[in-house]
């Protein structure tokens, strides 16, 4: 380039074309020789097309700056002549933005391995992958968890588990399951979780696994150790007394069968034998019961959902326990959200509410040095996370820490009479409507049962 300067290039071309121009005007009009006519003309046509050559470097020089911006390639640099011209402003500037977006890029590579590095350390599994299956991310831990090496596609896994496949494409944002998987001769369950992500108009899903077998066989011992506590606990109760009674009958014939006096026996050992026979007799009922009732906890039929208004779904029961409530003297008050519906099966769910209430009957009933009006309050809402949630509370005694650790053990009870299995099969029924119930209480303040179902369960009004 002759010219160093961008504007007085410019405007020198742009003079000497026209200068030019108006050379061949002059000549057309002078009858000058065809030959000279014929330069000049070259020379406006070689001069327009240096001007557009000109001008058309610059244009590329400044696409090619854009695309380097768009295909992120900042290797490029351009030579400044420190002369202070417009194009060694624009140089400089080009080259200031490709710097700007190199620290950026360095920073959000600094960033991603950052991040990386954390998911890799984490103790849950973790697998991201694309739409058409290909893995972008799997963790240490979900390495560990199914005892693989490398895997480029979510398929691969089907090595190791089918089922884990199948729950991973099926499961949406915010879904979740339970798989069990074959691990080295060993059961692992694992419990995974879904989140689906969209980056840069591409599909993504975000899988977290966790391994919580040994949890849950903590909580299955547990679990055991309470209801075997439970168990011996109420037939040891049952089996003694019939033990008992049953070595005095037996003595007591065999003492008369020795001395041959059985039919001189006097009325009133007749009588004691026969008061011993039906005690065993009643026994060997409440305990023939209370396994009837061990089995039925094991019977319980999935729930035949049914939309349903919360309001009508306590006006049977309301009906149904107000003379127990007037005998008590309790009052209760109601608070629903206008047209709230819900999906459950009404004898079901009917059932867990009816001992909810009753229980909290029999604690006012059954707590005489109570200084205040006994009270039910019963409400119900909706919120848009958490879904439908039906409160009960009570302003009665109260349930100690130690005894509400355990009010959902079958067969535990702190009622007189009580059998414990009644808030058992309600935690069962919630479970099966997708749902749980869960019970807050302070000694002397009151007791606050909550079941809450969740949204996928709620009927549009």
């Known amino acids: 380039m002759v010219f160093r300067h961008f504007k007085v290039n410019l405007v020198l071309r742009v003079i000497l074309l026209v200068a030019s121009i108006f050379l061949l005007t002059f000549l057309v009009s002078t009858d000058s020789f065809i030959l000279t006519d014929i330069l000049v ?22 696409v ?31 080259n200031n933005v490709i710097k700007k977006f190199r620290e950026i890029r360095a920073e959000k590579e600094a960033q991603y391995h950052y991040l990386k590095t954390i998911v890799q350390h984490v103790g849950i599994g973790i697998i ?31 090595a190791t588990s089918p089922l884990l496949v199948e729950t991973i494409k099926l499961l949406k944002t ?25 980056l840069r108009d591409k599909e993504f899903k975000l899988i977290s696994m966790q391994n919580i077998q040994s949890e849950l066989e903590e909580n299955e011992m547990d679990a055991w150790q309470n209801l075997i506590r439970v168990l011996t606990h109420e037939i040891m109760n049952s089996v003694t007394p019939i033990s008992s009674l049953a070595a005095t009958v037996e003595s007591e014939l065999e003492s008369q069968l020795k001395n041959g006096s059985l039919d001189q026996m006097k009325l009133e ?24 009732d061990f089995r039925n906890l094991t019977r319980i039929p999935m729930p035949k959902l049914e939309p349903m208004m919360v309001g009508k779904l306590f006006d049977h029961i309301l009906i149904l326990l107000k003379f127990d409530m007037e005998k008590e003297h309790i009052r209760i008050t109601c608070d629903f959200e206008d047209n709230l519906h819900i999906r459950v099966d009404k004898e079901q769910i009917e059932q867990v509410l009816i001992n909810i209430i009753k229980n909290a009957i029999q604690a006012l009933a059954e707590n005489e040095e109570l200084q205040k009006a006994k ?13 439908i949630f039906i409160s009960i509370t009570d302003n009665g005694p ?46 002397n303040e009151g007791t606050e049962f909550v079941l809450r179902f969740p949204v996928m369960e709620i009927q549009p009004v």
């Open 41 to 62: 003309t070259g020379l406006i046509i070689y001069q327009v097309y240096g001007l557009v050559q000109f001008l058309d470097k610059t244009n590329k020089e400044i």
């Open 64 to 94: 090619a700056f854009l695309n380097s911006i768009k295909y992120d390639d900042f290797t490029h640099t351009y030579n400044t002549r420190n002369e202070g011209s417009s194009i060694d402003m624009v140089y400089k500037e080009f």
């Open 128 to 158: 991201t992958f694309e739409k058409n299956v290909e893995i972008q991310i799997i963790n240490a831990a979900a390495k560990n968890q199914l005892n693989i090496d490398e895997v480029k596609h979510i398929n691969q896994l089907k």
């Open 174 to 198: 915010g879904g979740r399951d339970l798989v069990k998987i074959e691990r080295g001769g060993d059961v692992v369950q694992l419990a995974v979780y879904a989140i689906e992500l969209s």
């Open 269 to 292: 050992d007749v009588e004691d034998m026969h008061l011993a026979v039906k005690t065993i007799h009643n026994r060997s009922v409440g305990l023939i019961k209370f396994v009837s």
């Open 375 to 387: 009270s039910i309050i019963i409400k119900a809402g909706y919120h848009e996370k958490a879904g």
């Open 398 to 443: 109260g349930i100690d820490p130690e005894a509400l650790k355990k009010i959902f053990i079958p067969f535990f009870t702190t009622k007189k009479g009580g059998s414990g299995i009644g808030l058992s099969l309600s935690k069962q029924i919630m479970r099966k409507h997708n749902g749980n119930i869960t019970v807050n209480s302070k000694v």
